[in-house]
């Protein structure tokens, strides 16, 4: 209402009030029938009653009782109308043309092939959960990647009401209607499964959910049909599918679940972004949406666009499960996706879901990129995992080793491609060990000039034909393999409930003892392979400090204390570290300091010669070369920074 007085949406209010109370008044109010037979029962009641004969009397009470019992089953029927009334009032009111689906037995149907079995409820039209054939939980369980009760699929319509307005209406609340059955199919066969949501009661008025499977595929076309119903769907509206779930627990742990469980999507501009992991949080899209992902540590639910994106208005979000309070679930993930609608009699708008492994040959399979959503790491240690390790991997997969065995004969691979790294290093470090006195004498003789003292080592490196630096830079390159390595194995489908030696599950750690209580930062068991891999690290630590006891040079000192200390702090952060982590990490370490350790002592023993490194590096010695460009520019800058702290002394 305007200041002015009653406006039109007012009075149109207001009127259809009115009509309502008038229709329950109508529908409520007692028929030209029930107030005769009333009338007549009451005048036969008061005749019988002036009888004065006791035989009378018993059987006018006798007349009475029948009558009344006549007149509260007539009462009884006519409640039960009014209410049955009320109640299609009411269905009218809030669902409108679709008022006659809200009733309904519920029922589940269905469809399946050799890798997935795929439940579809008439409640909704919605797939109400999903099982993977060839997997099955850490318990040993089915594996469901979504259940009915903790899962939701809805279409959300805005429709025209009865004075021209709109109305939403959710079709979770509704019955679909089918004449298809349950079908299984194998092979290339293909089958489809159709259910439809009727409108105003009219068959050639409906919302059509189309479902169809082929065999030997984790793919489920899905399309979204509307028929005759460009009168009753507003415009301009799209139509938002409502889709979340509350991921099941089926790992080890639920920590290293949630860490690798997410939302992915891809933008149709190729950008392909996330929710980041462990924080729970809404986002809206920014452009049109190709798919979007709800990413399990193993597995995932995938609802792909096929002909045209999904609208930009659209949003998803994640939901946290407080620690502790659910042993069931993981967390939970939601979706408002715009679907297209243009408004017009008949429209269909395809889709896919994908229910399947984060494998990347089935992800590849699919032709969308969503084998783009594993996590191999960012930029230079992704693309040595996409272009080295997974081949390599991939490779030796590909003769159905253990893959325990596989996780050896990869790491003998990696350490023989970087063993000419590894000699250089020993190299270097052998020639400045022989160094070493000499350095020791420089020292002492410029203690007390800290200038001088480096000009002279730095001239004896130049005579002796030895940089410094020469062994940092082939560790420098390791660096990206070694952390390449760490981000591969959690992210490697194929470890997942395979068995080596004492590990049950090389996806997960191992256990060889449950402590019984809580250790922060480090769990409630003892895992072996990590155990392992920290003492074969004291053994790497302290043959590499003895490689390296010749460098640094003045620092020679400080490098070995820091040496030491490592020795032994280093072990006991990582076995802290990879307690909880996957067991095949921790045995890829471990195999990798043996074998470091080995190459090591191989080097020292048969390859590398001390005393033809000194004898060498003397010959040097005798040797006239050239400065480089850099060496002389230091040279230049230490005798500038010498003349210059000259100066300051004579002023003082």
């Given at each position: 209402?305007?200041?002015?007085?009653?406006?039109?949406?007012?009075?149109?209010?207001?009127?259809?009030?009115?009509?309502?109370?008038?229709?329950?008044?109508?529908?409520?109010?007692?028929?030209?029938?029930?107030?005769?037979?009333?009338?007549?029962?009451?005048?036969?009641?008061?005749?019988?009653?002036?009888?004065?004969?006791?035989?009378?009397?018993?059987?006018?009470?006798?007349?009475?009782?029948?009558?009344?019992?006549?007149?509260?089953?007539?009462?009884?029927?006519?409640?039960?109308a009014?209410?049955?009334?009320?109640?299609?009032?009411?269905?009218?009111?809030?669902?409108?043309?679709?008022?006659?689906?809200?009733?309904?037995?519920?029922?589940?149907?269905?469809?399946?092939?050799?890798?997935?079995?795929?439940?579809i409820?008439?409640?909704?039209?919605?797939?109400?959960?999903?099982?993977?054939?060839?997997?099955?939980?850490?318990?040993?369980?089915?594996?469901?990647?979504?259940?009915?009760?903790?899962?939701?699929?809805?279409?959300?319509?805005?429709?025209?009401?009865?004075?021209?307005?709109?109305?939403?209406?959710?079709?979770?609340?509704?019955?679909?209607?089918?004449?298809?059955?349950?079908?299984?199919?194998?092979?290339?066969?293909?089958?489809?499964?159709?259910?439809?949501?009727?409108?105003?009661?009219s068959?050639?008025?409906?919302?059509?959910?189309?479902?169809?499977?082929?065999?030997?595929?984790?793919?489920?076309?899905?399309?979204?049909?509307?028929?005759?119903?460009?009168?009753?769907?507003?415009?301009?509206?799209?139509?938002?599918?409502?889709?979340?779930?509350?991921?099941?627990?089926?790992?080890?742990?639920?920590?290293?679940?949630?860490?690798?469980?997410?939302?992915?999507?891809?933008?149709?501009?190729?950008?392909?972004?996330?929710?980041?992991?462990?924080?729970?949080?809404?986002?809206?899209?920014e452009?049109?949406?190709?798919?979007?992902?709800?990413?399990?540590?193993?597995?995932?639910?995938?609802?792909?666009?096929?002909?045209?994106?999904?609208?930009?208005?659209?949003?998803?979000?994640?939901?946290?499960?407080?620690?502790?309070?659910?042993?069931?679930?993981?967390?939970?993930?939601?979706?408002?996706?715009?679907?297209?609608?243009?408004?017009?009699?008949?429209?269909s708008?395809?889709?896919?879901?994908?229910?399947?492994?984060?494998?990347?040959?089935?992800?590849?399979?699919?032709?969308?990129?969503?084998?783009?959503?594993?996590?191999?790491?960012?930029?230079?240690?992704?693309?040595?995992?996409?272009?080295?390790?997974?081949?390599?991997?991939?490779?030796?997969?590909?003769?159905?080793?253990?893959?325990?065995?596989?996780?050896?004969?990869?790491?003998l691979?990696?350490?023989?491609?970087?063993?000419?790294?590894?000699?250089?290093?020993?190299?270097?470090?052998?020639?400045?060990?022989?160094?070493?006195?000499?350095?020791?004498?420089?020292?002492?003789k410029y203690?007390?000039?800290?200038?001088?003292k480096?000009?002279?080592?730095?001239?004896?490196?130049?005579?002796?034909?030895?940089?410094?630096?020469?062994?940092?830079?082939?560790?420098?390159?390791?660096m990206?393999?070694?952390?390449?390595?760490?981000?591969?194995?959690?992210?490697?489908?194929?470890?997942?409930?395979?068995?080596?030696?004492?590990?049950?599950?090389?996806?997960?750690?191992?256990?060889?003892?449950?402590?019984?209580?809580?250790?922060?930062?480090?769990?409630?068991?003892?895992?072996?392979?990590?155990?392992?891999?920290?003492?074969s690290?004291?053994?790497?630590?302290?043959?590499?400090?003895?490689?390296?006891?010749?460098?640094?040079?003045?620092?020679?000192?400080?490098m070995?204390?820091?040496?030491?200390?490592?020795?032994?702090?280093?072990?006991?952060?990582?076995?802290?570290?990879?307690?909880?982590?996957?067991?095949?990490?921790?045995?890829?370490?471990?195999?990798?300091?043996?074998?470091?350790?080995?190459?090591?002592?191989?080097?020292?023993?048969?390859?590398?010669?001390?005393?033809?490194?000194?004898?060498?590096?003397?010959?040097?010695?005798?040797?006239?070369?050239?400065?480089?460009?850099?060496?002389?520019?230091?040279?230049?800058?230490?005798?500038?920074?010498?003349?210059?702290?000259?100066?300051?002394?004579k002023?003082?």
């Amino acid at each position: 209402m305007s200041n002015k007085g009653l406006d039109k949406n007012s009075i149109i209010g207001l009127v259809l009030i009115g009509a309502i109370l008038l229709v329950f008044s109508w529908i409520t109010k007692p028929t030209e029938e029930e107030i005769a037979a009333k009338e007549k029962r009451e005048q036969e009641t008061k005749a019988k009653t002036e009888q004065t004969t006791v035989g009378e009397q018993e059987q006018n009470s006798s007349e009475k009782t029948d009558t009344n019992f006549e007149l509260t089953t007539t009462t009884d029927t006519n409640i039960l109308a009014k209410k049955d009334s009320l109640n299609a009032l009411k269905s009218v009111l809030e669902y409108g043309p679709l008022s006659d689906a809200t009733q309904g037995e519920e029922k589940t149907y269905t469809i399946e092939n050799e890798l997935i079995k795929v439940a579809i409820s008439n409640k909704g039209g919605r797939v109400s959960s999903v099982e993977l054939k060839n997997f099955h939980t850490y318990d040993s369980l089915p594996l469901i990647l979504f259940k009915e009760d903790s899962s939701r699929f809805n279409l959300n319509l805005t429709i025209k009401d009865a004075i021209n307005g709109n109305m939403i209406i959710n079709t979770e609340e509704l019955f679909f209607e089918t004449t298809d059955e349950d079908f299984i199919v194998k092979g290339k066969d293909g089958k489809s499964f159709s259910m439809r949501l009727y409108a105003n009661g009219s068959k050639e008025k409906y919302i059509e959910y189309h479902y169809s499977l082929s065999g030997n595929s984790y793919l489920v076309d899905f399309e979204i049909n509307t028929v005759g119903l460009n009168d009753l769907i507003s415009k301009g509206f799209p139509i938002y599918m409502d889709w979340s779930m509350f991921t099941p627990n089926q790992e080890k742990t639920i920590l290293n679940q949630q860490q690798k469980s997410t939302i992915y999507y891809k933008y149709n501009t190729g950008d392909i972004d996330y929710i980041s992991e462990m924080k729970y949080e809404e986002e809206k899209m920014e452009a049109p949406v190709e798919w979007i992902m709800f990413k399990q540590q193993y597995f995932n639910a995938s609802i792909i666009a096929k002909k045209e994106p999904f609208h930009s208005d659209s949003k998803i979000k994640t939901i946290e499960i407080p620690e502790g309070t659910s042993t069931e679930y993981v967390q939970g993930m939601e979706a408002s996706i715009a679907v297209p609608y243009n408004g017009t009699n008949n429209e269909s708008f395809a889709m896919q879901y994908y229910f399947g492994p984060n494998r990347i040959q089935d992800l590849k399979a699919v032709e969308a990129d969503l084998e783009e959503t594993l996590d191999y790491g960012w930029g230079i240690f992704g693309w040595v995992n996409m272009f080295l390790i997974r081949p390599v991997f991939d490779f030796l997969n590909g003769f159905n080793l253990s893959i325990g065995v596989i996780i050896l004969l990869l790491t003998l691979i990696i350490k023989s491609i970087l063993f000419p790294i590894t000699w250089k290093t020993y190299l270097s470090s052998a020639k400045m060990k022989v160094l070493k006195p000499e350095i020791a004498e420089i020292t002492e003789k410029y203690k007390n000039d800290a200038m001088k003292k480096q000009q002279a080592t730095m001239a004896l490196y130049r005579q002796t034909g030895v940089n410094p630096m020469a062994g940092c830079i082939p560790m420098l390159i390791q660096m990206p393999i070694l952390f390449a390595l760490f981000r591969f194995f959690p992210a490697t489908f194929d470890l997942r409930q395979k068995s080596f030696l004492w590990a049950e599950d090389l996806s997960t750690y191992d256990s060889i003892y449950d402590l019984g209580f809580h250790i922060p930062m480090y769990g409630d068991h003892i895992s072996l392979f990590t155990l392992l891999m920290a003492i074969s690290m004291i053994f790497y630590t302290k043959v590499n400090s003895q490689m390296t006891a010749g460098m640094g040079g003045d620092n020679a000192g400080m490098m070995a204390t820091q040496m030491k200390i490592m020795t032994y702090l280093m072990p006991v952060m990582m076995l802290f570290f990879f307690n909880s982590y996957a067991a095949g990490l921790s045995l890829y370490y471990l195999i990798a300091n043996v074998i470091t350790i080995g190459q090591q002592y191989a080097i020292r023993k048969w390859i590398v010669d001390e005393d033809k490194i000194h004898a060498q590096l003397q010959a040097n010695k005798g040797k006239k070369k050239k400065k480089s460009g850099f060496a002389a520019k230091l040279e230049q800058r230490m005798k500038e920074a010498q003349a210059l702290q000259e100066q300051r002394k004579k002023k003082k």
